[in-house]
Each structure stands twice: as structure tokens, then as C-alpha cells.
């Protein structure tokens, strides 16, 4: 059944029933992680209408990240269209857990795609999740696409983007063991001051994505208020984990400003200093962009 009809001058996604945009940053920053292709799926939104609201709020450059072989060959191609977009490949690791005796050839076959576009710029995400993955067998298999993981950033000098979930000590060990890459980027950190001391003791970049302003999240914002400047990073994780005051509807990556506004008022930064040192230091893990 077709939608309502297009009015003039009215943003697309209003037209699907989206939330409204918010007001517009006062510089330019970058969505340090998001999913537009998924974004894409799951509310309507085209890819190209996705990045045209995100950049009319002046969110003009994202990561997209790949999850698995498939979404990680669609990251490169988005890439390789869009100069505002860099591509993050992976098998996450709650598919690494799924796929049991196919993960080794999975795993060859994302191999294949590093060095294929100057937009590939990390691996990721990698990681370890206990929440959803319980299975000694299974963790194991995690921990073994984590190491192959951390291998590739290194091999191709690329970022390293880590999920992590009720699994901080292990993600730790596994990274002291493997050897820490140059740039990690702890992807929707969850931990408290504890674990945030531990990842930038190690060199990390913390990533805050919308559950920073969930209000029971005090401790997530406690290690938000200690990130040094210059190792804080800014994301959705589009289409979900909305921020407040939209919490509970599709994510995109034009509501990002949302959480950047809510960062800056918890570390009394001025807003547009903020824009611009959360850009510079998406560049320092993710590079120059096209």
C-alpha cells in the first residue's frame, strides 16, 4: 500500500513518521559508529535520505559498520558512493557465536575484502557479548573471531572497534594477550569509571552512544566525565538506542545531535568546540575522510 503522499518542503522523514529533526549543531561532527544501510531496512528512510537528514543537522560524515559478510560488502559499496561515509568490516560477535563450524569460512571471507577500497577503515565490531551469548563453546568461538579480528587491524594498520557486553574483563584479557593495535575505539561504552580507566589505560577511544542519557545510567556518565577530550567519541548505533527525548522510535543518525548536546551539558563544554574536537578526534582513529 502506497505511503501519504509527499508535501512540499517537508522532510522524508516526517512523511514516514519518524522523529523530527533536531535543532542543527552549531558545527559540523561525526557519527563515530552507525548502521545506515540497517537504518534503512528498518524505518523507510533510503540510505541517500538518511545521510542528507543527518547532514542537514550537520552530522556530515559517518561510520558504517558491517556486521557480518554481507553488510560489510554493503559498507564498502555505501563508501565508495558517498565521500561522507567510511566502512567498518567484522563478523559481530554474536554471529561468530551462531555460525559454529561456518564461522572458520566466514571468517576467510571477509578476509578477502580488506585492501579492496581506500573507504575500508577499520575492523569492527569485533568483540565479546556475554549477554546474549552464554555458551562456553560459543565464547570460545567469540574469542577466536576476536583475535582474528584484532590480527587484521594490525595486518592493514586499520582501526579496531570493539562491542562489548557483560564481558569487560575477558575483552581485556583477550586485547593484553593479542597485543593492543594503534586505534581502538570502544564502541557504546557501557562500563562505569572502573572499566573506562582500564580501556584508556590501554589507548582506547570511548564511544558514547544514547544510553548516556538514559536516566539510570549514572555511572555511564561518570566515565563519561573522565574521558579526556581528546579520546571521546560520539555515536548512534543506528536504528537503535535512540536517545531522549525520542527513546523507543527508529534511530537515525540526524538524531545525533541529541547526545552531543547532552555530552557537551555533562561535561560543561562549550557545544561548538565539542562538534569539532569529537570530529578531529574521529579523524585521529578513522583517518581522513573523502
Request: net charge negative; charged share 20%.
Amino acid at each position: 500500500m502506497p505511503g501519504p503522499e509527499p508535501v512540499e518542503g517537508e522532510p522524508v522523514e516526517a512523511r514516514l513518521g519518524l522523529p523530527p529533526r533536531p535543532e542543527r549543531l552549531p558545527a559540523p561532527t561525526t557519527d563515530a559508529h552507525t548502521h545506515v544501510v540497517s537504518t534503512a531496512e528498518f524505518s523507510g528512510l533510503t540510505t541517500a535520505d538518511a545521510l542528507a537528514a543527518a547532514a542537514a543537522v550537520n552530522i556530515t560524515r559517518v561510520v558504517e559498520v558491517g556486521t557480518d559478510v554481507a553488510s560489510s560488502r554493503d559498507a564498502i559499496a555505501l563508501a565508495d558512493v558517498h565521500p561522507e561515509v567510511v566502512a567498518v568490516l567484522a563478523i559481530h560477535p554474536n554471529d561468530a557465536a551462531r555460525l559454529g563450524d561456518g564461522l572458520t569460512s566466514a571468517l576467510d571471507d571477509l578476509a578477502a575484502l580488506f585492501g579492496t577500497s581506500p573507504g575500508i577503515r577499520g575492523v569492527g565490531e569485533t568483540g565479546l557479548d556475554y549477554f546474549r551469548t552464554r555458551e562456553p563453546a560459543a565464547q570460545a568461538r567469540q574469542r577466536d573471531a576476536f583475535a582474528a579480528h584484532i590480527a587484521w587491524a594490525k595486518q592493514h594498520d586499520l582501526a579496531l572497534v570493539i562491542h562489548c557486553r557483560d564481558a569487560g574483563a575477558d575483552v581485556l584479557d583477550v586485547l593484553d594477550a593479542e597485543g593492543v593495535p594503534e586505534r581502538v575505539q570502544m564502541h557504546c561504552f557501557s562500563g562505569g569509571p572502573e572499566f573506562a580507566r582500564a580501556c584508556l589505560d590501554r589507548g582506547c577511544w570511548l564511544s558514547f552512544a544514547g544510553p548516556v542519557t538514559f536516566k539510570a545510567n549514572t555511572e555511564l556518565r561518570d566515565a563519561l566525565r573522565l574521558t579526556p577530550a581528546d579520546r571521546l567519541l560520539v555515536e548512534t548505533d543506528a536504528p537503535y538506542l535512540t536517545p531522549v527525548p525520542q527513546r523507543g522510535k527508529p534511530n537515525s543518525s540526524y538524531l545525533l545531535p541529541h547526545t552531543v548536546r547532552f555530552v557537551a551539558d555533562q561535561r560543561g563544554a562549550d557545544l561548538a568546540e565539542l562538534c569539532g574536537q569529537l570530529g578531529a578526534n574521529a579523524s585521529a582513529v578513522f583517518g581522513d575522510w573523502g
